[in-house]
């Protein structure tokens, strides 16, 4: 079975610089989807980025960018820039479609930036 | 807009009752899912749907049920055979594509007094 960790339950990170957040998983499968998804304070869940495993360049959204190394089974995601709107719950989520569409998400990281 | 909402957002719920959660879409998907919430310990799946008419259990299906009986809606049933139902309970859903993303709903407080 498929397993998603994230290590790292709470970090913070001063506001305009960088902070990383760590993902592994655990899969036998060689095409599948990752994703980070931010939940801030209103709980709202929203996608910040998408990787496709059979793609060898690493995805980027403005200020969000992820290190996926297949090999170490590894999708960190990297914020730049940071700002205190980026203060939230980030989850690390994998998919595979087995004739159904099931995500696994990890435990989460909470990150504060701070002022 | 098209999106997902879920009603009531906060719900309280005496022991031995059961209470249903609202979840409708209008963004045409086909999968819907119910998660379940607690803290320390992410997203956990209970119920989800491919097709009308047809679901499947996730990981912690006991103490809940579901009906889907029209594309747009997906209402999660918390039965007094759920232990412990205080958490918080996020609905989603999934168009079949390229994309694969979860749109995710604003989610619903359920408290057992």
């Known amino acids: 079975a498929q397993t998603v960790t994230q290590s790292q339950p709470e970090m913070s990170v001063q506001e305009a610089e960088t902070v990383t957040l760590s993902c592994t998983y655990d899969?036998?499968?060689?095409?599948?989807?990752l994703f980070w998804y931010k939940q801030p304070p209103s709980r709202q869940m929203i996608l910040v980025i998408r990787?496709?495993?059979?793609?060898?360049q690493n995805a980027t959204e403005n200020r969000f960018s992820v290190n996926f190394q297949k090999a170490a089974k590894s999708f960190s995601l990297k914020i730049s820039d940071s700002q205190l709107g980026d203060t939230a719950m980030y989850f690390c989520?994998?998919?595979?479609?087995?004739?159904?569409?099931?995500?696994?998400f990890g435990t989460g990281t909470r990150l504060k930036v701070l002022a | 807009d098209g999106g997902i909402t879920q009603s009531p957002k906060y719900l309280f719920r005496k022991e031995g009752q059961n209470v249903t959660l609202s979840c409708e879409q209008n963004?045409?998907?086909?999968?819907m899912y119910w998660y379940r919430q607690d803290p320390g310990q992410g997203l956990r799946l209970i119920y989800y749907?491919?097709?009308?008419?047809?679901?499947q259990k996730g990981d912690i299906a006991e103490g809940y049920s579901v009906s889907r009986e029209k594309k747009e809606s997906f209402p999660l049933t918390v039965t007094s055979a759920q232990k412990n139902p205080t958490a918080f309970y996020l609905c989603?859903?999934?168009?079949?594509?390229?994309?694969?993303?979860?749109?995710f709903g604003p989610g619903t407080r359920l408290t057992v007094l």
């Open positions: 989603a859903s999934t168009l079949a594509s390229s994309h694969n993303e979860q749109f």
């Open positions: 899969t036998s499968e060689n095409n599948y989807y």
């Open positions: 990787q496709e495993a059979y793609k060898q």
């Open positions: 989520a994998f998919m595979k479609f087995t004739g159904t569409y099931k995500y696994i």
């Open positions: 963004l045409n998907h086909d999968a």
């Open positions: 749907s491919q097709i009308v008419n047809d679901f």
